[in-house]
């Protein structure tokens, strides 16, 4: 498998769970759909849901768990945000669809595993554990919750 350096970064950060599909979207797609983000921290994440960029907040999102990543087109080294109306988008969904990764209609260029249950319970479950406070205890607990819940 060849893929270009910044799909390479963007590997390392994938949950072991979620790299298979994550190499199999990287070979599925041509070199200039690229990703632009997979693990996200909870304050980025709250920050973009307090603008309305994100209808997730901090720890009920796929990105805090590195499950879920973001790709748009590129030109060079310049992301470019192609219209969510526009035809190339139905070549990243299927795509997506093709590895098995769950597509979001409302947040065009993210796709995460699909698991039985919502998101937001696995940041439920990160949060009972005392993840705010252990966050290793937490994650350790989320990705539990994951690995029972990912649709096979």
Request: hydrophobic letters at 30%; aromatic letters at 14%.
């Amino acid at each position: 498998m060849t893929t270009p350096l910044r799909r390479d970064k963007f590997r390392l950060e994938c949950n072991k769970l979620y790299l298979p599909y994550y190499d199999a979207l990287c070979d599925e797609l041509p070199e200039y759909w690229q990703p632009y983000c997979v693990f996200r921290d909870g304050n980025t994440q709250d920050n973009l849901f307090s603008k309305h960029l994100s209808k997730a907040q901090a720890y009920n999102s796929a990105h805090q768990y590195s499950c879920g990543s973001d790709w748009t087109v590129w030109e060079g080294n310049h992301p470019e945000w192609p219209d969510f109306k526009d035809a190339i988008w139905g070549d990243y969904i299927r795509a997506c669809e093709k590895v098995g990764l769950e597509c979001l209609d409302f947040e065009r260029p993210h796709n995460q595993l699909r698991l039985n249950i919502k998101w937001a319970r696995v940041g439920d479950v990160f949060r009972i554990s005392n993840g705010l406070n252990d966050y290793a205890k937490g994650m350790e607990a989320a990705n539990k919750a994951i690995r029972k819940h990912k649709k096979l």
